[in-house]
């Protein structure tokens, strides 16, 4: 819950989001400054990697096995 409550500020609305990876659990919010935060969630017992997609650009990740990835776009 942390994480969530760390990085998406009172107001922040959430927006579209789909994770390439279907054993990724994901989601993302618009703060009101306009940052984006998103938030990945490997519940899985081994690394999955997931590619993430905002506005024309991409990065793939690898995250490791029962982690939360917070990845904020100013």
Request: charged share 25%.
């Amino acid at each position: 819950m942390g994480h969530f409550s760390k990085f998406i500020k009172p107001g922040a609305r959430r927006i579209d989001s789909q994770a390439s990876n279907n054993r990724i659990l994901a989601t993302a919010f618009e703060n009101i400054n306009g940052e984006t935060v998103a938030v990945l969630i490997n519940e899985n017992d081994s690394k999955e990697e997931v590619s993430l997609f905002f506005e024309g650009k991409s990065m793939i990740l690898v995250l490791r096995e029962h982690s939360i990835a917070v990845i904020i776009i100013y």
